[in-house]
């Protein structure tokens, strides 16, 4: 009786609606950087939420690139993964609730803001396969600002942030380079392409929710078998008192 009690309690908890404010968009998507740049977009974004997405390019220029620094390397070199992209380094558009946005100009409805950070990969040793792919979790930090409605004219706008969450994880692949490096080093690292996947993450709040219902279960089935085994034993003590 007490199971069922606990699981109609999470069933309520899980279908109860959240507020709708202050609350992250969680997207996916990935982050693309490749040596030369290249004819498609490099910043594709899909939220779970309120019909977000991006589909951008972003500009070297503006935009701190980490893993650039590894043009080329020498072995053992650490290679940096940060990527800061502010205003106007993410061109391109973004749709929120039905609307789209243009990303990246001076007067454009719509700023991406973008973080991403961890610890620095270090370049393997040059007796290693001619293309290694060195991966690991990173930090993602994100947001949209954005004009309540692009529509109406600029003096009568009213600018929203929308704060933008999920797990990341860096890919850089390198490619060996057998001939002269540098003045007194002959191979070295060269860096091929730098990804970034992110991944939605789920809502705190749930997994907290969940988990609290989830040891209350355990709790009460813990308790039925304790007190299974109680009777069990006092039972037994009688029939051989008895005897």
């Known amino acids: 009786m007490r199971i069922r009690l606990v699981l109609v309690l999470l069933g309520l908890i ?7 404010l202050a609350v992250p968009i969680d997207v996916g998507g990935s982050l693309a950087f490749g040596v030369g740049g290249g004819s498609g977009p490099n910043v594709n974004l899909v939220g779970n939420s309120r019909g977000f997405t991006v589909n951008g390019f972003t500009d070297e220029v503006d935009a701190f690139l980490g893993p650039f620094g590894c043009r080329p390397c020498q072995a053992g070199a650490p290679i940096n993964v940060n990527v800061v992209a502010l205003g106007t380094s993410v061109r391109g558009s973004a749709t929120l609730d039905g609307k789209t946005f243009g990303l990246g100009g001076l007067d454009s409805p719509g700023v991406l803001n973008l973080f991403l950070s961890g610890a620095p990969f270090f370049a ?17 930090v994100g947001d949209f600002l954005h004009v309540d409605d692009p529509s109406l004219p600029p003096f ?10 999920a797990a990341a994880t860096a890919t850089v692949v390198l490619k060996r380079f057998d001939g002269p490096c540098g003045p007194s080093a002959v191979g070295c690292w060269d860096l ?29 089935r813990w308790r039925h078998r304790r007190t299974r085994a109680s009777s069990a034993s006092i039972a037994h003590a009688v029939s051989a008192a008895r005897r």
Request: with cysteine.
């Open 124 to 140: 393997p040793p040059l007796n290693v396969a001619p293309l290694v792919a060195l991966t690991s979790p990173v930090n993602f």
């Open 14 to 20: 899980l279908s109860s609606p959240c507020p709708a």
């Open 192 to 220: 091929a392409s730098a990804t970034y996947e992110l991944t939605p993450t789920p809502e705190p709040t749930t997994l907290f929710l969940l988990g609290t219902t989830m040891a209350g279960i355990g709790l009460a």
């Open 156 to 165: 009568t706008q009213q600018m929203l942030d929308e704060q933008l969450r």
